[in-house]
């Protein structure tokens, strides 16, 4: 098999799983909804219930949109974030993306800010708002000059997700009656996805996605070395800023409305470079599909294990991704790449 056909198998696979995936996520729920009212759906038939189109419509498709554009968000940012840093074993959360989002949500519970205007709610607002404030604070943190040395901005996001940690659990220590509700997004959760976080995401996504798409080429230049790269004519520090804030935007717009979702960011990205090569042009497409398939497996299973009660797909993600986090380790950077 050519490498060609083996792309097209790859990529035509994957995308199969995810529709036969999301079909599956439109049945399963605390209502079994049987497969040929799916089909009535998809055809938009007047034979469908009312109450049965209005789960499918305004409860399960925009959860299993939001769970496509999640994990692929996440996984396309975790690729970059390893292909800018060359290091397999870093993920978006490091330069305290997370940890941003939220102290957001914490101080909009804590403070009372919770509200919502024209059917958009404002906690996911204050996740986004704090995603971007941390990471301008590491940009700031960090910057020597007009450059960006990426071991320093690392170290400066360690060094503020402590902080921000601290101040959150500060915050839940002092004002302990919204505490349920903010450990549970914290976990990260979609039980509340609607069609606005999807309209109130969609633009940073877009846009971010745009700008990592339109760089891939250098990014798979600066991986032969930022020397290599200068005299091949790339603005190694130029591109390297670019990439990283992209990243972020892109982690921080999904994050607002996900919380905290481990590990995607990390592990798919291994998984697509060993499926297709280091090449960001076919590893980037591939870890998207990769990320929002395993997600949206993840979201199934983090609703139907244990019912009437739901578990927060963080801890799914968590169970699945931390043992290959390990076997990760065990092989050792130099055998990933």
Known sequence: MTQKNKLISIYSLTILLIFLIGIISLMIGSTFIPFSDIILFLKEDADLSATTGLILQDIRLPRII?????????????????GVIRNPMVDPYIIGISAGAGTGVTLAFLLGLKFSIAGINSVPIFAFLGSVATVFAVYQLARVDNKLPVMTFLLAGVALSFILNSVMSFLMVIRTENLHKIIYWLM??????????????????????????????????????????VHLGVNAEKVKLIMLGAASLLTASVVSVSGSIGFIGLVIPHIARMLVGPDHR?????????????????????????????????????????????YLLRKKSKNIW
């Open 188 to 229: 990260g959760s979609l039980a509340a996805a609607s069609w606005s976080d999807i309209y109130m995401i969609l633009p940073y996504f877009i846009i971010a996605l745009i700008i990592i798409i339109f760089y891939l080429k250098e990014l798979n230049i600066i991986l032969l070395g930022e020397e290599n790269a």
């Open 66 to 82: 939001l769970s496509l554009l999640v994990g692929s968000g996440l996984a396309v940012a975790g690729a970059v974030f390893q």
């Open 282 to 326: 076919k590893l980037m497409p591939l870890a998207a599909f990769l990320g929002g398939g395993f997600l949206l497996i993840s979201d199934n299973i983090a609703r139907s294990i244990m019912p009437p009660l739901e578990l927060p797909v963080g801890i799914i993600t968590a169970i699945a991704g931390g043992p290959y986090f390990i």
